[in-house]
């Protein structure tokens, strides 16, 4: 129940194109659905993160759709380009500790010119 | 700046032998945790920090310790117990339950090695 799952595991997109990566989650505790952006050797950071009472939240090219009946929540990447090619996570936390996190898989996105 | 520092950036240890992974922030949050990743996989908690002089245990924690005798420091120990260290270790703050800050800012991390 305190699992994650995530999908596609990769992901190639062309320039300009939507990148689309989907979660899943099964807690119905969890109040907190960030999405973080890792570069190889480097630490994730932040991107984007949604609560359950909205369904939707868009930060520049970056948007979350939240359905909170199918628990499901996704990462759309509008106009994708290349400097987006990175590893994805989605996480989900409960009782307001937002580094307390169960993370997704990843998937490992390329962005071809 | 502000941030989390973590050092060094890459470690070797030998078999049966315990290292400390070192993790400092100067953002002045309550709550500090450890994750370690690996290949392919997402990141999984260790241990975590609510309050300084109190820690639990997170989903991996066999093999590990760690202790908070300051805010800004939280450094973790892989133990010769821990049979298979060698992953890439990330410490994280956050503002810490109770506060309305959650979001968790990680370290650039240690990738810690056994030869």
């Known amino acids: 129940q305190q699992q994650v799952k995530q999908s596609p595991q990769s992901l190639i997109v062309q320039k300009g194109g939507i990148s689309i990566i989907n979660c899943a989650y099964e807690n119905t505790a969890f109040d907190y659905f960030p999405w973080y952006q890792q570069f190889p050797g480097k630490g994730p950071a932040l991107l984007i993160a949604?609560?359950?009472?909205?369904s939707e939240k868009k930060e520049g090219r970056f948007t979350i759709s939240f359905n909170k009946s199918a628990k499901q929540f996704s990462l759309h990447i509008m106009d994708s380009q290349p400097g987006d090619s990175a590893t994805y996570f989605c996480a989900a936390s409960k009782d307001n500790q937002g580094g307390k996190l169960i993370f997704g898989q990843g998937t490992e996105l390329s962005v071809k010119p | 700046d502000g941030g989390i520092t973590q050092s060094p950036k890459y470690l070797f240890r030998k078999e049966g032998q315990n290292v400390t992974l070192s993790c400092e922030q100067n953002l002045n949050h309550d709550a500090m945790y450890w994750y370690r990743q690996d290949p392919g996989q997402g990141l999984r908690l260790i241990y975590y920090?609510?309050?300084?002089?109190?820690?639990q245990k997170g989903d991996i924690a066999e093999g590990y310790s760690v202790s908070r005798e300051k805010k800004e420091s939280f450094p973790l120990t892989v133990t010769s117990a821990q049979k298979n260290p060698t992953a890439f270790y990330l410490c994280?703050?956050?503002?810490?339950?109770?506060?309305?800050?959650?979001?968790?800012?990680f370290g650039q991390g240690t990738r810690l090695t056994v030869v």
């Open positions: 949604i609560r359950p009472d909205v």
């Open positions: 994280a703050s956050s503002g810490g339950q109770g506060t309305l800050n959650t979001e968790a800012f």
């Open positions: 920090s609510q309050i300084v002089n109190d820690f």
